[in-house]
């Protein structure tokens, strides 16, 4: 019991977001948390050693042929013609290795496949009508740049080319490339911008935007990769964790409160919308809204600014209640062909850290992550129990929470409310169904006791009619023979 009157929330050190090697921008999980600058020397460095290491290894191979065929010609003499073909091929195939692993081996195949390619920047024959609309609006950005524009222009279109014959590399080597011409571009931009940041900025935004539209479908999710099998890893896992409730987390939102509710719908509605998403630039615009909704809603319910403690435990619990499809592929999708300047610094590249970070989390949660024992853990994990369940002994009473705070579930309470409105409606119903019917049988019988009520007056009250004699109308008048002559009344025969 005193376990779990000592509740931890999570928390990150913000130096542990940061790159390892001390430069100051954000590092990244699938970087070995490194940020992408360092992480690119890094590759770098071990691919150079491994060419290296290659090129030894061809050379020492080529050395003891060449040994052990002159030792053998030393001593056996002459060989046949026979022998000494065999011989030669088998230098001949040393040679083709030590080339195959030169750095220069790699590229001389790839130039041959792009000549032979056609000129077409599509990459297939119908085009979607989002890139159609993205290509026309790229060319109308271009149009303000004049000459370097049509340069711009020209060069992303040789890009799109040259990488839609690299489609048997790896999704690390696709990385390489697109980096790399990011890099180019940026330098050539920063030269003619004469150093203006947002300028260059913005151009690389367009850059970006144009290229992965086009190439989307080549470079998400390659076969190359086991991106879709983590996919399925982590939405099984989340599913799993359905019973984590918002006070496990130590999360500090109140969902009764009408306008955090309403941040927390927005927050999944945005993290969800980041796979409908083709650029790495609009996934990470999803990621930061999402953030910003997140943040909004602990601030309603805290009443003051949010921390950066509070922001993690709550992306977590936002994540678990979106399952957001294909999370890994779309947090690798970003890692590799975002511009790296908004993954290193920003509040795009802080969020996208917390996020991977919650990732990772979700991953390696266990009972002592929750604040639990490792047998409610497992019969939690194992659908024998649930935290709602337990809620009425008083385990989470004594936690020294917020006053109203339960372990209930939200989802299952809210399930029994609405359960419990459904019937009373049904009650409701019924009795409104029985005035219905009452009425209906009052409308039927009504005209019958009216029917008999006339009949009861009319047998009551007979209607009488009496008959009555006409005479003339100054036949009875006996002061008619007063009146002066021009009023006596004359009698005329009809």
Not at 70 to 95: M, Q
Not at 348 to 360: I, K, M, Q, S, V
Not at 412 to 420: P, S, V
Not at 446 to 458: N, T, Y
């Amino acid at each position: 019991m005193s376990q779990r009157t000592e509740r931890r929330g999570i928390h990150v050190d913000q130096s542990d977001l940061l790159c390892k090697k001390g430069c100051g921008y954000y590092g990244n999980a699938a970087w070995q948390g490194l940020c992408s600058k360092c992480w690119r020397e890094e590759y770098q460095r071990v691919r150079q050693k491994q060419i290296q290491d290659d090129w030894a290894l061809a050379e020492k191979l080529q050395r003891e042929e060449e040994a052990a065929y002159a030792s053998s010609h030393a001593s056996l003499g002459p060989f046949s013609k026979f022998e000494e073909k065999k011989t030669n091929e088998k230098t001949r195939k040393v040679t083709t290795v030590k080339k195959f692993f030169s750095p220069s081996s790699r590229s001389a195949p790839k130039k041959e496949t792009q000549e032979g390619k056609t000129t077409s920047p599509s990459i297939s024959r119908h085009a979607s009508f989002e890139t159609d609309q993205v290509s026309r609006d790229f060319v109308d950005f271009l149009k303000n740049l004049q000459k370097p524009g049509r340069e711009i222009h020209k060069q992303c279109r040789a890009f799109i080319v040259n990488m839609s014959s690299k489609k048997d590399l790896s999704a690390e080597e696709l990385s390489e490339c697109v980096q790399d011409f990011y890099q180019g571009m940026a330098d050539r931009l920063m030269s003619h911008f004469k150093g203006s940041s947002d300028s260059v900025e913005q151009v690389m935004d367009q850059v970006e935007k144009y290229i992965m539209t086009r190439l989307y479908k080549s470079v998400f999710c390659p076969e190359t990769t086991d991106d879709e099998k983590k996919d399925l890893a982590t939405q099984n896992r989340i599913r799993a964790l359905h019973w984590v409730t918002i006070q496990m987390l130590c999360v500090s939102m109140d969902e009764e409160i009408p306008e955090v509710s309403e941040n927390v719908v927005k927050a999944i509605t945005d993290i969800i919308e980041m796979d409908s998403k083709r650029v790495p630039r609009d996934k990470l615009a999803c990621i930061t809204r999402c953030s910003k909704h997140i943040f909004s809603a602990i601030r309603i319910t805290k009443n003051e600014p949010a921390s950066a403690d509070d922001f993690l435990p709550a992306l977590i619990y936002i994540v678990l209640k979106a399952n957001p499809p294909r999370l890994q592929s779309n947090i690798q999708y970003i890692t590799r062909f975002c511009n790296p300047s908004r993954l290193m610094t920003g509040e795009d590249g802080y969020y996208f850290t917390n996020l991977c970070c919650a990732a990772a989390f979700i991953e390696k949660l266990d009972a002592q992550s929750l604040n639990l024992s490792p047998e409610e853990f497992e019969r939690y994990m194992s659908g024998q129990a649930s935290p709602r369940l337990n809620s009425s002994e008083g385990d989470w009473a004594q936690t020294g929470s917020a006053p109203g705070v339960t372990a209930t579930n939200p989802v299952l309470a809210q399930l029994n409310h609405n359960l419990e409105l459904l019937s009373g409606l049904s009650s409701k119903q019924e009795k409104l169904m029985e005035a219905a019917q009452s009425l209906q049988a009052d409308l039927l019988s009504w005209p019958e006791s009216v029917e008999r009520e006339v009949h009861d007056i009319l047998e009551k009250y007979p209607l009488e009619i009496l008959s009555c004699t006409v005479s003339a109308i100054d036949a009875n008048n006996v002061d008619n023979d007063n009146l002066p002559p021009p009023l006596t009344p004359q009698v005329f025969a009809g």
